[in-house]
């Protein structure tokens, strides 16, 4: 059974996000069962919401770079006259978010996390050690 996960589509920011170093990810990462094979789950950085950018105000940023779109400036509503790249992720960028919870009672924690979207299937590639 392979290991698989979608690549981090780095940006470039005049500023990048201290908490992630601007990848928009933290480094913890979830396996996930998925038909034949598993899939690579990574956490979407709390501080920058997945974009990378360590601008407050996110200058530059396009909303499907965050965990929730919807909640970017500029993000664009879909209709019947603007079909989305895809009906999963809405712009094909490839993933959705996810809320999860890590460890148990006052340990327990909520992550958001970056699950591959159907639409990405051609980019996945083998985690490396995996």
């Known amino acids: 059974m392979s290991l698989l996960m979608l690549p981090v589509e780095e940006h470039e920011h005049a500023r990048r996000c201290a908490a992630c170093a601007g990848s928009g990810v ?8 998925a038909g034949p094979h598993r899939l690579m789950i990574e956490v979407i950085c709390p501080k920058c919401g997945g974009c990378g950018n360590g601008d407050p105000g996110h200058a530059g940023c396009r909303p499907e770079w ?3 779109p919807e909640d970017s400036e500029g993000a664009r509503a879909f209709d019947d006259d603007n079909d989305p790249a895809c009906w999963s992720c809405g712009s094909g ?3 959705n978010a996810v809320q999860g919870f890590t460890g148990e009672g006052d340990d327990m924690e909520m992550v958001i996390s970056r699950v591959p979207c159907g639409c990405s299937e051609s980019r996945l590639v083998e985690v490396p050690d995996a």
């Open 66 to 68: 965050h965990g929730y």
């Open 26 to 33: 933290t480094g913890e990462r979830y396996e996930m069962p």
């Open 93 to 95: 960028r490839g993933w």
